[in-house]
Structures are given as C-alpha cells and as structure tokens.
C-alpha cells in the first residue's frame, strides 16, 4: 500500500514537469479585453432596460395613488355610495310610518 | 505576491492599465494551473480569459488587497470547475456517438505524432488523466491544487473558506478513491496479456 501511495506521490509531482506553464498567445490581451468590453455593453443594457422599468413603474404606481386620492364625486341625484342611496331612499319619516323607528325619534331627527 | 499592493489597490478602483499589469503578472501562472486542472490546452486560454473577466468586474468586492492571490485562486478554481462540468456533458454526448474502435483508432493517431520525452510526458498526462477520472470535478481540483500545484493546507484553506480538517478528510477520501484506481491500472498493466498462439 505504501509502495503505491509513494508511486502516486511521485507520478503527481512529475505532473507538474510534464505541463509546464504555457505561454499567453498574442492573442490574449486583446481577446479578454474585447470580452471585458462585450461584458460591459451587457451590463449597461441590463441597466438602462431596468431603469426603464423603474421609471415605468413609477409612473404608474403615481397614476395609481392618484385615482384612488382623488374623492368619489356625488351627484346630486343621489347617485353616491351605497348607505347614502339607502339612506335618500328611505327617509326616517317612511322609516316611522312603517314602524321601524319610533315615531319621537324620527321626529327628533327631523327637528 | 506578483505586484504589489498597489497596483492591485489601482485596479480595484477601476485603472484598467493597473488591472492590465496585474493581467500579465499572473497570467503565466494561472494559465498554467488551468492547464493541470482542466487538462486540455486547447481550451486553457479560454477559461484563463473567463479567470480575469470575472477578476474585473469582482475586484471591487476585494476587502483588502493581502487576499488577492486566494481569491485569483477561488475565481480560477471556480471557472475551471464550470469548464470540467461542461466538458462532462459534450464528452458524454460525443463519446457516445463514435464507436469503440474509432476511438482507440483516434488515440492511436494522436500517439502516433509524439515522440521521446514529448511521449513521456503524454504519457503522464494521460495516466493523471484517466487517474483523477475517478474522482468528482471538485475533489479532482482540490486534489490537484494539493499534490501537482503544491498548494499548503493553509493556502487551500483560504481559497475554499472551509477548516483545516475538513479538507484533510476530503482530500483523504479523494486520494483514496485515486489510489485505488492506480492499484488497479498497474495490476492490469502487470498481468499476461491474454493468451498466446
């Protein structure tokens, strides 16, 4: 077992003999940075198309808030929400001949 | 350290003419660390490229410029893995298309150009080669960086950020694993070759 592992021991060293370090081509130094470049042209698309988005996003969340700020306009036909109709609909003195409110405190009401 | 403090300080903070001296200052070295871990020249530019690519635009997370060799280091350790995962892949789907024979007919014209020492050292390379087969990509590199690149323990520790004893029982295991593969090829090598007529 010790004989292999010293074996082994001695074919990873002269690994490192049989593939020295390479020299660069030419090539090298125009190649990664022309891929530096390519990289980086990328990038500032990803960037400009998220601003986009950003700036998009914005608008419309300010079109948003703005709809939802602005209060619900009544008409004077009683088209307003729900309770108002309700409440235009049947007047406490209909409420009072119906009996559903005693008549003292329609007429509280009305005074 | 290759350059000094400096220069890697410059290049951090965008001088791309002291990122390119720090480029030529290690990439002799990192070319030919690619070259014992992927072991395949033709594509060492390549992935060393990839190495000093991503060296750029991560250089601005370098907290200080003394950690600079680790982390050339875990950029090439990273990028060589990528290249060994996908060449995986390719190699699974083009092995399977050739036969046996054109195979062994491929090894026996690429040997047929190298001579000599030049054959001894094609040699080593493809016993290394077919040794560290046996092992994942990723004990294969850190068996590499240990016992070709000669790497310390402490040196591997602070390219991978794992303790001491942790790589110890991985490369344990791996060395192992590849021991045994060299036990069985030279077993086989020793036996008769088969019958004689």
Known sequence: MDQWNDELSRLFASCKAAMPDPEASPNFMPELWRRVEGRRSILLRIKKLSQVFLAAAAALSIVFVT????????????SGSYIEVLADAYPTETLASHGILPREAAEAKTK | MLVDFEQIQKAKAGDDT?????????????L??????????????????EVFLRLYYSLDQLRTPEVFEPWLYRLTVNASYDYLRKQRRRNESRMSDLSEQQVMMADAAAGGKVSGEEHRR?????????????????????????EVEGLSLKE?????????????????RARQRVLNAFEATRASDKKPSGRKD
């Open chain 2, 32 to 49: 030919g660390t690619i070259a014992r871990l992927i072991g395949r020249p033709e594509d060492v530019e390549d992935v060393a490229q």
């Open chain 1, 67 to 78: 709809l939802l700020s602005v209060p619900a306009f009544t008409h004077p036909d009683g």
């Open chain 2, 122 to 146: 094609k040699q080593v390379k493809e016993l290394v080669e077919s040794l560290l087969g046996a092992v994942s990509e990723q004990d294969r590199i850190l068996l590499t960086l240990k």
């Open chain 2, 18 to 30: 002291a990122f390119n001296q720090v480029v030529i200052a290690y990439r002799k070295r990192i």
């Open chain 2, 156 to 172: 591997l520790e602070k390219i991978y950020s794992v303790n001491e004893n942790a790589l110890k029982v991985r490369l344990f």
